[in-house]
């Protein structure tokens, strides 16, 4: 069993000292899915959502998000993002709206709980915007699909 990097020998909570790590390049791609009734999938496509364009919003949301993913996530270290892109890719069949968000900074640790907030907070703001229209909507399948850099390497997350 792996050791926990985040416990010290007494099992005090700590952050990973990773002053000893060179910057490379890291990039982290993570996804989570919106469903919801078809009328309101309907709004937010045809932009008629009284609160406005819900998803440019909910990507400035996922773009702040990721920004200060370490004032939310205790031991998270403070990184030097260079980018992020947050996409929505809708389906008509399943009333949905993946989300999918890119992260990539030139750092000492990994971007990976940077993509998996954006992710959730943006699909947290799509909730938000439609919630009067519809508070049956789920949020679900958040999931990191890729990362790179760092010690451990490439990750691609199975198909399956």
């Known amino acids: 069993m792996k050791k926990f990097t985040h416990i010290d020998e007494q099992g ?33 496509l045809d932009q008629t959502v009284k609160k406005g364009n819900v998803l440019e919003t ?22 030097n993002i260079t980018h992020i892109a947050i996409d929505f890719f809708p389906d008509k069949v399943k009333n949905s709206i993946r989300i999918e968000a890119a992260v990539r900074a030139i750092d000492q640790t990994g971007v990976e709980m940077e993509a998996l907030t954006a992710v959730s907070v943006a699909g947290l703001t799509i909730y938000d915007m439609c919630k009067s229209y ?6 679900s399948d958040i999931c990191l699909l890729e990362k790179s850099g760092g010690k451990s390497g490439l990750f691609v997350r199975n198909a399956g």
Do not use: N, Y
């Open 58 to 79: 909910a990507r400035i949301a996922g773009i702040m998000a990721a920004k200060k993913t370490s004032e939310l996530i205790p031991m998270c270290h403070p990184l």
């Open 134 to 139: 519809d508070r049956s909507m789920t949020i």
């Open 12 to 44: 005090h909570v700590r952050m990973v000292d990773v002053s000893g790590k060179k910057p490379t390049l890291r990039v982290a791609i993570a996804r989570g899915v919106v469903s919801m009734s078809q009328e309101t999938f309907e709004k937010i």
